[in-house]
């Protein structure tokens, strides 16, 4: 099992590359996209991504730190969307924990 120093120092390198900071702001209004989708957003904030495998590996990176939900939505496919919307660290304790906004719905 991961410790907890692990899992944060794991999710902060996440962070720490400007394609994830990228998907993360285009899928900010909530709603679930296709890697296609989320493609076309990256490029309307101004960067160019040139492989779909990038946004992909990306978007997978992002998912298993549990800042991204992939889910199946009926009639478009795999899509992803942000699962929350804050990080809080401590720093004396090293703990993180990931959280909605109040009164935003958990994810199931």
Same mark, same amino acid.
């Given at each position: 099992m991961e410790s907890e120093r692990s899992s944060l120092l794991r999710l902060l390198l996440t962070l720490a590359n400007e394609t994830n900071l990228l998907i993360i702001e285009a899928l900010s209004d909530?709603?679930? *996209? +296709? =890697?296609? @989708? =989320?493609?076309r957003r990256i490029e309307r904030l101004g960067s160019? *991504?040139? $492989?779909?495998?990038?946004?992909? +590996?990306? %978007? @997978?990176? %992002?998912? !298993? =730190? !549990? *800042? %991204? @939900? +992939?889910? $199946?939505?009926k009639n478009k496919g795999i899509c992803y969307k942000l699962s929350k919307r804050q990080l809080f660290i401590d720093f004396v304790s090293g703990t993180y924990s990931l959280k909605n906004l109040p009164g935003e719905i958990q994810p199931a």
């Open positions: 909530g709603r679930p *996209l +296709k =890697v296609a @989708e =989320v493609e160019k *991504l040139t $492989y779909r495998e990038s946004v992909y +590996k990306a %978007l @997978e990176k %992002l998912t !298993d =730190v !549990d *800042l %991204l @939900e +992939k889910t $199946y939505v």
